[in-house]
């Protein structure tokens, strides 16, 4: 290989590539290793939903973290486009929480009114307001929490944009490598980043350093509808459907213990296209594409971990972000840039360290 790097990344998915690009916009060196091929799991996966809402209604630090990260997206997608020279857009007009009850419906009117929902401009939509602005909503529906804020991304397109904007920062890549292939150890000359996805805790149990890090199986489908009449992504019933600009629907997502299998099941599909029926009955009409699935890294506190390993000079790590990964890639990237190039803790990260598991007794 060629000089040694400032910065090792271990791990080539979208918080992997972010943290890189932002480095290296900073002209810091960067290599990533990726195990298979950049972006090949969760990141491209992933429906691409940028929902804070979607994990916490109260003003915890994982909202904060997702709030901030939404708040970056406008700023992270125009610079991305310019150093890729690719189109990288927000879609959508945004996200409804849809009633099919009035328990239900009780429970988003208080949900539009937490401070939650009003730093996110969330407000209710009765039953004639919601099918004015959407229409093909499934009879049972009698209102919804819109959330114009909560938009989504193409995650396959926004990959393919961190590479090219990565490659023109001079961060240079190495594909199909394996912990064995290469000394997983930090170097005195480099610091590294474990940002493996699912893969993390394996990685770190080779060295000894134990994460309560896990995976956890996702199934998308994606469909195709004959018109563009679904405009909205829709969250009810245990699930979504995430539109795109071009026709698509993605349907999601299952959350399975199922370790590290990435097959997409029979079960699996019918589950989502229920969900999908049940969100939108014209979804029994739309095109069948595919369905895939993919392992998200989940932690035993459902937050990230982020920030230095405990005890371990020169190694630092970013994962467990579950379902949140496209979501808070910027903020993720914005604040482990700053603790690599300044050494000091950004305060934004405490509440996500790895410290939290020692202290505990985990590690």
Request: negative net charge; aromatic residues 8%.
């Amino acid at each position: 290989m060629a000089q040694t790097p400032d910065v090792v990344i271990v791990g080539g998915g979208i918080i992997g590539l972010s943290i890189a690009w932002y480095l290296a916009r900073e002209g810091v060196t960067v290599r990533v290793l990726e195990r298979d091929r950049l972006g090949s799991h969760a990141s491209s996966a992933a429906a691409g939903m940028l929902a804070p809402l979607a994990e916490s209604d109260e003003i915890t630090p994982l909202f904060r973290f997702g709030k901030a990260s939404l708040d970056l997206y406008p700023t992270f997608v125009e610079q991305l486009a310019f150093d890729s020279e690719m189109d990288v857009l927000l879609e959508g007009p945004g996200l409804l929480r849809l009633a099919f009850n009035g328990k239900e419906a009780d429970l988003l009117r208080a949900l539009v009114q937490t401070p939650a929902g009003q730093e996110l401009e969330t407000k209710w939509l009765d039953e004639s307001e919601v099918r004015d602005i959407q229409s093909g909503l499934a009879e049972k529906v009698c209102g919804a929490a819109y959330s114009p804020r909560e938009q989504d991304v193409d995650p396959k397109r926004l990959i393919q944009a961190l590479i090219k904007a990565c490659q023109k920062q001079n961060v240079s890549f190495v594909e199909g490598i394996h912990a064995e292939q290469h000394a997983m150890v930090p170097s005195e000359s480099s610091k590294t980043i474990y940002a493996a996805g699912a893969w993390t805790g394996e990685l770190l149990a080779s060295l000894d350093y134990q994460l309560p890090v896990k995976p956890v199986k996702g199934q998308v489908v994606l469909l195709q509808q004959p018109t563009k009449e679904l405009r909205f992504t829709l969250y009810g019933l245990g699930g979504y459907l995430v539109p795109r600009e071009n026709g698509n629907v993605l349907v999601g997502a299952t959350s399975e213990d199922a370790g590290f299998d990435e097959r997409a099941t029979d079960e699996g599909t019918e589950q989502l296209l229920t969900k999908a029926t049940h969100l939108y009955p014209a979804a029994d009409q739309f095109t069948f594409i595919e369905a895939w699935a993919s392992v998200r890294p989940g932690t035993s506190d459902d937050l990230p971990i982020l920030g230095r390993l405990t005890g371990v000079e020169n190694a630092f790590v970013a994962t467990g972000h579950y379902r949140n990964g496209i979501l808070q890639a910027p903020i993720t990237a914005k604040l482990m840039a700053e603790l690599i190039i300044t050494d000091k803790d950004p305060e934004a990260l405490a509440p996500f360290s790895a410290a939290r598991f020692t202290q505990a007794g985990v590690v």
